[in-house]
Structure formats: structure tokens, C-alpha cells
């Protein structure tokens, strides 16, 4: 048998201590915020102390409720947030992003609303419309001036019962726009009224709200 130093097995050692507690500290790390079902297992009870929407068996902490899982890594503590299994309803006055689904005539527009004002996934799916009246403060012949399909927008829920939708406001319109040329993504140039494909220099027409996520300011 080979003879190994011992200086050389408590490297190995202490090596493999520090490797296994990268593993735990990453596994911990992508806890926090994950959604979980009754009855998974989250962590240890050496690792945290139990707290709300939890409970342990066998020294395993496991969810238990069907929630998002919260960390407090200062005070050790683990907890299961409950999520809203209500359905959201879109009401009058309401901000949500979603996606240009359908161009129906030159004055009707087909928006789905994936996300409400704060980014939060939609559990049910909900389609409205934005018509010719309510998609800008100018006067314009189409909707085509103003969105193309697959935009990513910003609107606002003018009425539930046909759910009609606004993109008029400075707030409201295309948060996203991509080149109906070759797919790029569309840059804002502030003072410049046209979206600039920086691939294929094309140029398009949206009304932009001022949330909109690329602007070149070169
Ligand atoms: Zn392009």
C-alpha cells in the first residue's frame, strides 16, 4: 500500500469541507424564492430554524403549503410565503404588460396580458382590445403606426366587460419592439420619433411609452 503523508489527507480533507460547503451555501442560495409544493424538502434543521408554512420531519424542514420559499440568512430562519391562488381579475384603471397576439383590422388590436404592474405572472389568461381611439393622443390611420405584432406593452384597462385596453398616457404603449426587418431589438434615440434597428439600420414607427427598455444614448 502507498504510505500517505498526513499532511497530504488533511489537505484532501479540508478541501473537500470547503467544496462541500460551496454545494450547500449554492443549493441554500437557490432557496430563496423558489416555489414549492407540501410536502418537499427544503433544508435541515441544523441549517435553519423552522418558521411559518413549514414543518419538520426527521430533522428535514419541508414545505407545507404550496408557496415561495423565504430566507432570512442573518437569523438563520426559513419560511414558505403562501401564493395567491386567486385568480386576478383586470379592473378599470389597471396597468399590465403583455404581447401584441394579433393585428384584427387596421383600427383592432389583440393584446394578451401575461404580467400585472409589479411584473407578476397572470395565473389565468386574459385577452383584450385596443382599438384605433385608444392607442394615441395623435391622429393616426392604423394601428400599424403605432404597434406591430410581438411588441411587448404597457397598458391600461379602460373597460372589464369587453376588456378594453389604452395605451394613450406618456406611461402607457410599447415597452419592447423588435425589427420587422430582421428581428433585432429596436433602440430609442432620445429627440428621435422612429425606432433604429442597430443590425440593419431599419427604422419603424411605435408609440413608445416611456418605460421602453432600450435606449441608445450614443
Ligand atoms: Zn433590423
Known amino acids: 500500500m502507498k504510505h500517505i503523508a498526513r499532511k497530504y489527507i488533511t489537505q484532501r480533507l479540508w478541501g473537500y469541507y470547503a467544496e462541500e460547503e460551496v454545494v450547500t451555501a449554492a443549493r441554500l442560495q437557490k432557496l430563496e424564492g423558489k416555489i414549492v409544493l407540501p410536502g418537499e424538502p427544503l433544508a435541515t434543521i441544523e441549517e435553519f430554524l423552522p418558521e411559518e408554512g413549514v414543518y419538520v420531519d426527521n430533522g428535514v424542514i419541508r414545505a407545507a403549503i404550496y408557496g415561495k420559499v423565504r430566507i432570512d440568512s442573518r437569523n438563520k430562519r426559513i419560511r414558505v410565503e403562501p401564493i395567491k391562488a386567486t385568480l386576478k381579475i383586470p379592473r378599470r384603471g389597471e396597468i399590465y404588460y403583455g404581447f ?113 427598455m432600450f435606449v441608445d444614448r450614443g
Open 100 to 212: 401584441v397576439s394579433g393585428i384584427i383590422r387596421e383600427d383592432l388590436a389583440l393584446i394578451k396580458l401575461v404580467f400585472d404592474s409589479q411584473m407578476e405572472r397572470l395565473s389565468g389568461t386574459f385577452t383584450g382590445v385596443l382599438h384605433l381611439s385608444q392607442a394615441s393622443d395623435r391622429r393616426i390611420e392604423s394601428v400599424y403606426q403605432v404597434i406591430r405584432l410581438g411588441d411587448f406593452v404597457r397598458v391600461q384597462v379602460v373597460n372589464e366587460h369587453p376588456l378594453l385596453l389604452s395605451i394613450k398616457q406618456p406611461q402607457l404603449g410599447v415597452v419592447a419592439a423588435f425589427c420587422s426587418n430582421c428581428g433585432a431589438i429596436l433602440y430609442r434615440k432620445p429627440g428621435i420619433d422612429h425606432l433604429v434597428c442597430k443590425r440593419c439600420g431599419n427604422r419603424e414607427l411605435r408609440k413608445v411609452s416611456t418605460y421602453y
